[in-house]
């Protein structure tokens, strides 16, 4: 495996966390997701990443949707919040995410 690969596979496995804090502090639409992800370049992801992740957690019943209009002229946007199942599953899923930083930085300082 190369570096490019194991990035990746790191990518993969945080972007579900992120995703899911950004739209526990408000509401937020798609293309807002990949926007602020783009801002940290290890985390940017392309659009056929965010939507079926959304997607999915919209089905697992941790996100649900609303239209809002933003401008007149302008389409509906499409955004999600985080549901109270979606929120329990974020503690759940932080907890882990701090127990693995407090290991990592075991091994770093050994």
Known sequence: MNLDDWKSQIKRGTLELCVLRMIS????YG?????RLEEYPILS????TIYPLLRRLMKEGFL?????DIA???PPR??????PQGR?????MSAEWENLVTAMAGIKGE
């Open 45 to 48: 992801a392309k659009e056929s």
């Open 64 to 68: 649900t949707s609303f239209w809002r």
């Open 72 to 74: 007149e002229g302008l």
């Open 88 to 92: 329990a599953y974020l503690e759940a």
């Open 78 to 83: 499409k955004y999600y919040s985080v549901t």
């Open 31 to 35: 293309y807002e997701l990949i926007s």
């Open 25 to 28: 502090a408000a509401p937020q």
